[in-house]
C-alpha cells in the first residue's frame, strides 16, 4: 500500500469507525420527543398548552381531577385554597396514552392557584416523579395578576432530584390568546435548552 493507498484506508478505518457514532446519535435525535402535560379550569393554560405543544411538536395530555372542581369561580376558589395551602393531593385520573418513557422533555402546565400549582399538577407531579427521573421538566402557569409567586419553586421542590429542571414561566391568563408569540419563543427557548 502506497502513501496515497494508506491515507484512503485509514481515512475509510476512521470514516467506518465514526459511522456508527453518527448513526446512534442520528436516531438520538429522531427520539428526542417532548410531551406537555397540563391542567386547566377555565382555558387559559389549555391554550397556552396547546401553542407551546404545536410549537415544539410535543404530544399533549390534560390532567384531570377525579372529582371536577365546581364550576362557580368563587365556590372553586374556596374548595381550592384549603387544599393549595395544604398542599393536598387531590385524586386524579390515569392519563389514557401517557407513556412518560417516551419524552426526554416534559412541559407542566398549570395554572397559579392560591400561588401555587392546581392540586391535580401537585397530584400528577408526585406520582410522575420517579418517571421523570433523568429527564428534562419546565413548568409554565397561567396567572390573574399574581405572577410566578410559589408556583415554579415548588414544582421544583416536588420533582426534586429526579429531573433537569428548566426556568419556570409565567404568563397572564386574560391575554393568554394575545400571547402566541412569547408562547412560541418559550417553546422554542426550552426545546433548545434541553
Ligand atoms: C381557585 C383559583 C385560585 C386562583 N388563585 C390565583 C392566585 O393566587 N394568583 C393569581 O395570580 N391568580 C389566581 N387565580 C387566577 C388563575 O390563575 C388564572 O385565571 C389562570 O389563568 C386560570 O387558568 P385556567 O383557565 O387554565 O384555569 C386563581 C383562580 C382560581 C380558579
Redesign the pocket.
Known amino acids: 500500500m502506497n502513501r496515497r493507498q494508506f491515507a484512503k484506508g485509514g481515512l475509510a478505518v476512521v470514516f467506518a469507525a465514526a459511522m456508527p457514532r453518527l448513526a446512534s446519535a442520528a436516531e438520538g435525535e429522531k427520539r428526542m420527543k417532548a410531551a406537555v402535560v397540563y391542567y386547566?379550569?377555565?382555558?387559559?393554560?389549555?391554550f397556552a398548552a396547546e401553542t407551546i405543544a404545536k410549537k415544539a411538536g410535543a404530544d399533549i395530555f390534560e390532567i384531570k381531577a377525579e372529582t371536577s372542581y365546581n364550576g362557580d369561580?368563587q365556590k372553586?376558589?374556596d374548595e381550592?385554597k384549603p387544599e393549595c395551602q395544604g398542599k393536598t393531593l387531590r385524586p386524579i385520573k390515569a392519563i389514557e396514552g401517557l407513556d412518560l418513557a417516551k419524552y426526554d422533555m416534559v412541559f407542566v402546565g398549570t395554572?397559579?392557584?392560591?400561588?401555587t400549582m392546581a392540586p391535580p399538577v401537585r397530584t400528577w407531579v408526585t406520582q410522575s416523579k420517579d418517571a421523570l427521573k433523568g429527564k428534562t421538566t419546565c413548568l409554565f402557569q397561567?396567572?390573574?395578576?399574581?405572577?410566578m409567586?410559589r408556583v415554579g419553586k415548588e414544582f421544583a421542590e416536588v420533582v426534586g432530584n429526579a429531573a433537569k429542571v428548566l426556568p419556570p414561566k409565567a404568563f397572564g391568563?386574560?391575554s393568554?390568546k394575545s400571547s402566541v408569540s412569547a408562547l412560541e419563543a418559550f417553546a422554542d427557548e426550552r426545546m433548545a435548552a434541553k
Open positions: 386547566s379550569w377555565s382555558g387559559n393554560t389549555r369561580f372553586c376558589c381550592a395554572p397559579n392557584w392560591w400561588g397561567t396567572n390573574g395578576g399574581g405572577g409567586q391568563g386574560s393568554i
